[in-house]
């Protein structure tokens, strides 16, 4: 095996400078799924038949289709469609938190599904508007009950995010392709991409699990 990490390293910095871009970019992608994804999930087990099927479909749709699809269209498309140069960055965290809004929906939908009904009928018999009820009474105990699900819903999201260096968002997976068009050494920067990638990953899923471990704590 022919390994050289010696005209490597001192590119390492450059290519851990992409952990901040994939964490910034992963984070905003997923506040914006977890907004829409909410708004979905209240639509899901709302009374009004249309606005059920329409969430259905958009749920459909980005579940059905290749995120990387999803990610070329919005990044190639937009242009054309808005006359709207879309930087990399506004098209990957557009593109990502859309497509998350699809999953998280359903683990939003799940967790007010999973709230005793009993709640519900008090606050409808004490008189509550369904606003309040939602924000003050559901929501807050859905939240509590689908956070390790959410919290897998970021890892999921770190991993794929790589995606993004199609197009050119200078993240881990983008910074070591770089490097290795400079140095003509490939599999080295992809190898050192791999491993920030994976500590990134256990590092994040380790916080999960204590999170999950101190909601038990606390039930």
Request: proline fraction near 4%.
């Amino acid at each position: 095996m022919n390994l050289d990490f010696n005209q490597i390293v001192p590119s390492i910095p450059f290519i851990m400078g992409g952990i901040w871009v994939t964490l910034k970019f992963v984070s905003v992608s997923l506040i914006i799924g977890l907004v829409l994804g909410t708004f979905l999930a209240i639509l899901k087990i709302g009374k009004v038949k249309l606005l059920v099927i329409l969430s259905d479909i958009y749920t459909s749709i980005f579940r059905g289709t290749p995120l990387i699809l999803q990610l070329s269209i919005i990044y190639f498309a937009t242009p054309q469609l808005i006359d709207y140069n879309i930087s990399a960055y506004e098209a990957g965290v557009l593109t990502f938190g859309l497509n998350s809004a699809a999953y998280i929906s359903e683990i939003i939908r799940a967790g007010i599904q999973a709230v005793d009904k009993g709640q519900k009928e008090a606050a409808e018999a004490l008189g509550i508007p369904y606003n309040q009820m939602m924000l003050k009474i559901i929501l807050p105990q859905a939240f509590r009950n689908i956070l390790p699900a959410l919290f897998n819903e970021f890892i999921t999201l770190t991993k794929e995010s790589a995606i993004v260096s199609v197009i050119g968002v200078m993240d881990i997976l983008r910074r070591s392709q770089v490097v290795a068009s400079n140095t003509f050494a490939y599999f080295e920067p992809l190898l050192i991409a791999g491993v920030i990638y994976y500590v990134l990953v256990m590092a994040l899923t380790l916080l999960g699990k204590l999170l999950e471990r101190r909601l038990k704590r606390s039930d």
